[in-house]
């Protein structure tokens, strides 16, 4: 029998405060300020027989939660051809090629029993800080097989019945540069499942058992309902968009990720198959990576479905086996976030040509994931490993978020009073980056600067970034955001790395800097039709400059700092004609 509706409703929210409860638990827990402070993790409950994806937490990354119903299932598959799931089992991996995304996250899954019977799983992921590997953080631009990446654990058992296997971790903390902090996280994770199966025990006495698994096929399937509607209010059409990244770390040739999106009805096809093959470099991802950053992208914008696997039944994936979208091992995934972050640009792009008020432009489009390390005068190892944030795209409805969080993710960027209460370094910038919004009708999001001084003796700097060669495109008719940027300092002067937004090895001491100017997001629609006011108010605070503002749009700023109304109309005209 079906459920009400007022009840299902209240079944979601109380399902999704599970989530929620696990990802807060974790957050509060965790040593790695990646999770504790940016919130690099994620939770979940799984389908008990095919591991999709039933519930997700909303403060964690979506492209976990969407890559995690592959992790289940590689559960899954593994338990079966052993000796079965059983009360009291947690498994724990992180391999990239089957269900995971890079070597840095570990999955921990939970199956939750009602008697003998299974009813579902509980997932955790997390980011930890170290995990082995040639460079310190694993981010390693030069990598070209995943051994050089970090240590890779396949699906095991970190408790086995209810008996916590310590040599597992014994395994795990011989193999991290910082196994305080690998031990802090991996007790928060299990901690956050050991919370979760406890409230999920309680939901289904609460309603009982047959209610709460009927409620569960009832949110899937009104998701996939809902998605099919969605797309069949669409044109059917076939659409193209291509992006590249800057190259692989290796060679310095750029990579195509081409998407060939198709509506027929109320069934979507996404077809990459002409996308670059798998590279040299640690920028490939696995097919289940590419499908996960898919959903993350069809979210964004058939934002009203229901998060969960029924948003993908209608989309129809093709995907090359011998693209850098659908790799094996040992092929290096460290830097998997770049590949995914164009991923969802093309998909931005191609929505653009079909629905042109529901598209947003492309983010910045990289984490700039920098690590430096070194020791402590008093011979202590530190790590510093964080990302950073940029501008967001444009969109129909305003101007894009200013130094926001890539769009994987709702994770927030480390704030720089953590990390310098954590590391031997100084901030001596961190502001928003002028003129690096795509000009548009409206304008893409700021980048940010960052410059970074070191206090210590000296250190190791690694970079893994993107979009330094492709800013960020703009849609509609807007333009790009600036390029990616990074910049340090040694004795002879500053220096820009060969391959522009990747390296490894920089070696720096103290008083010396490193500055990083992130890209601004795409613009939407022609800068020509701004609003002249709002092209002074962006001059007034800094954000655009005025012979930016002239340039890019076509608006004379007066001595006062308002809009000089003739000399624009001229201008403006003037522009056009060309």
Not at 183 to 189: P, R, T
Not at 269 to 286: E, L, Q, Y
């Amino acid at each position: 029998m079906p459920i009400d509706p007022v009840t299902l409703a209240i079944l979601k929210g109380r399902l999704e405060q599970i989530a929620d409860e696990m990802d807060a638990t974790l957050f509060r827990s965790a040593f790695n300020p990646i999770i504790a402070e940016a919130h690099d993790a994620s939770h979940g409950i799984y389908d008990a027989a095919t591991g999709e994806t039933l519930v997700q937490g909303k403060s964690g990354l979506p492209i976990f939660v969407g890559v995690m119903a592959f992790a289940v299932k590689a559960v899954i598959d593994k338990a079966t051809s052993r000796d079965g799931v059983r009360e009291g089992d947690v498994w724990i991996f992180n391999d990239p090629y089957d269900g995971g995304t890079h070597l840095s996250d570990f999955r921990l899954v939970k199956p939750v029993f009602r008697g003998s019977d299974l009813f579902c799983y509980l997932a955790s992921v997390g980011h930890w800080h170290d995990v082995g590997g040639n460079v310190p953080g694993n981010y390693n631009p030069a990598a070209t097989e995943s051994f050089q990446e970090g240590m890779l654990i396949p699906p095991v058992k970190l408790f086995d019945r209810g008996e916590f296997r310590q040599d597992i971790v014994d395994i795990l903390s011989a193999n991290s540069r910082l196994p305080m902090s690998l031990y802090g996280d991996l007790n928060g994770q299990i901690n956050a499942l050991e919370l979760g199966e406890r409230r999920m025990q309680r939901l289904i006495d609460d309603y009982g058992d047959e209610t709460i698994a009927q409620s569960l096929v009832e949110l899937k399937a009104r998701a996939a309902q809902m998605m099919r509607a969605q797309i069949a209010e669409l044109p059917s059409c076939r659409v193209s968009a291509e992006d590249f990244l800057d190259n692989d770390g290796i060679r310095d040739e750029p990579l195509k990720v081409a998407l060939d999106l198709v509506i027929e009805g109320d069934r979507m096809i996404m077809d990459f198959s002409r996308s670059s093959p798998a590279c040299a470099g640690p920028v490939n991802i696995s097919r289940s990576t590419t499908i996960a950053a898919c959903y993350v992208a069809l979210k964004h914008i058939f934002a009203e479905v229901p998060a969960n696997a029924g948003v993908l039944e209608p989309v129809e994936f093709r995907i090359a086996e011998d693209s850098l979208l659908s790799v094996k091992a040992p092929k290096p995934v460290g830097g998997y976030t770049e590949t995914i972050l164009r991923l969802i640009d093309v998909v931005f792009q191609a929505m653009a040509q079909i629905a042109p008020d529901e598209a947003m432009a492309c983010a910045y489009g990289t984490i700039n994931a920098l690590s430096l390390a070194g020791h402590r005068t008093s011979g202590k190892r530190w790590v510093m490993f964080s990302f950073f944030g940029g501008g967001h795209g444009a969109h129909s409805r305003g101007d894009g978020l200013n130094h926001g969080n890539a769009p994987i993710s709702t994770a927030t960027i480390p704030p720089l009073e953590i990390l310098e209460a954590a590391y031997p370094i100084r901030f001596t910038q961190w502001a928003l980056r002028p003129d690096s919004g795509g000009p548009g009708r409206f304008r893409g999001g700021l980048g940010a600067i960052y410059e970074i001084e070191l206090l210590e003796t000296e250190a190791e700097v690694f970079l893994f970034g993107e979009r330094g060669k492709f800013p960020p495109p703009g849609v509609v008719g807007g333009h790009a955001g600036a390029a990616n940027r990074f910049v340090f300092e040694q004795a002879d002067g500053e220096h820009i790395p060969p391959m522009v937004s990747k390296m490894i090895g920089i070696h720096i001491t103290q008083g010396q800097k490193l500055r990083l100017e992130t890209p601004g997001g795409g613009g939407y629609g022609d800068p020509l039709a701004r609003d002249p006011e709002a092209v002074a108010e962006d001059v007034r605070l800094g954000f655009v400059s005025k012979a930016s503002a002239e340039r890019d749009y076509g608006v004379v700023i007066a001595a006062g700092g308002q809009p000089e109304p003739t000399a624009t109309e001229r201008l403006r005209k003037s522009e056009v004609a060309e």
